[in-house]
């Protein structure tokens, strides 16, 4: 039984999962500082791959076992949930009206509104 099969799994991925999550953030430079939490909480992301993906590499180089990757991907993963406000902004729900938020909401805006509600507070802030 191999025992670094995930970690030689993650080793022969390369860098693509890292590529794949930067180039994500790289699409959230349209929506500029509307963007900008959940554009931090993608680059978390693509940290703790990086991560991981290092910690398998080392794993796979100095002949240790997965029990290493799990341990250490759990850590990551503790962290992440302790700064979880900060990691997973998400919200399914709009923050004001508690109706489903689409997708391209729910990932790159950062007011967790609407379409009705972001053009009612968009309204009020114009005419105060
Ligand atoms: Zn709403």
């Given at each position: 039984m191999n025992t670094l099969k995930i970690s030689s799994l993650l080793l022969d991925a390369?860098?693509?999962p890292l590529i794949v999550l930067l180039v994500i953030n790289l699409t959230f430079r349209?929506?500029?500082?509307a963007a900008a939490v959940?554009?931090?909480a993608s680059l978390y992301h693509a940290i703790a791959v990086f991560i991981i993906t290092s910690l398998a590499a080392l794993i796979v180089k100095w002949q240790?076992?997965?029990?290493?990757?799990g341990l250490g991907t759990v850590l990551v993963i503790g962290i992440m949930v302790v700064f979880r406000k900060q990691v997973f902004p998400y919200q399914r729900?709009?923050?004001a009206c508690s109706a489903q938020l689409?997708?391209?909401t729910i990932y790159y805006m950062d007011d967790n509104l609407c379409p009705r509600c972001r053009e009612e507070r968009?309204?009020?802030e114009e005419h105060p």
């Open positions: 390369g860098l693509w349209k929506y500029g500082k959940k554009r931090m240790l076992t997965d029990l290493y990757l729900t709009c923050a689409d997708l391209k968009s309204g009020t």
